[in-house]
């Protein structure tokens, strides 16, 4: 497989997490979700849990497994996150390693296809599902206005470096 599809994913949306409904779920055949969390689910700076991430959860757990894989190494932080939305976690995660990603596809005990890795970064999140086989979902990032320059410039390079290695990133 090409570095280009290996770094396209097969929905952008184009907006935050909370735009993923069941309807979109089911429409993809899914039965389970691995979620990356920083800017994915919360700033990365912040550790508490929004009303509409909490309600978010609520609902999609109605439709699908849900499982946090974080690359922070930081697990009282991932740790915290996870018992607040009472999911499971592993932190430390390394993507677009595959290691402990796999971990989590393996305790979901559902089949890969069936799962997608949700996440806000095209050279861990989607390249890591990509290359477990998993459907991938790249979202807008969830960002600190006194963050977000330095995390918009590395985005912006992972689109364009994406794209001149031949990635289709357009809205779906």
């Known amino acids: 497989m090409s570095w280009g599809k290996l770094l396209e994913p097969d ?56 499982w946090l894989v974080s690359n922070n190494v930081i697990s009282a932080r991932i740790a915290r996150i996870g018992d607040a939305l009472n999911l499971p976690y592993i932190a ?4 677009p390693s595959r290691r402990k990603l796999r971990q989590a596809v393996e305790q979901m005990q559902l089949p890969v296809e069936q799962l997608a890795m949700v996440g ?28 977000g320059l330095g995390m918009a410039r590395l985005r912006s390079f992972e689109v364009w470096f994406s794209q001149v290695l031949g990635a289709t990133l357009t809205h779906k």
């Open 92 to 95: 430390g995660a390394a993507k």
């Open 120 to 147: 806000d970064r095209l050279f861990t999140d989607v390249l890591a599902g990509n290359r477990l086989g998993m459907f991938t979902i790249l979202v807008e990032p969830l960002v600190d206005p006194a963050e």
């Open 11 to 66: 929905l952008v949306l184009g907006s935050s997490v909370l735009t993923i409904t069941p309807e979109l779920i089911q429409q993809h055949h899914l039965k389970g979700l691995v979620l990356d969390v920083d800017e994915t689910l919360v700033p990365i700076n912040q550790d508490h849990i929004s009303d509409e991430l909490q309600q978010w959860v609520s609902e999609i757990r109605q439709v699908a497994s849900l």
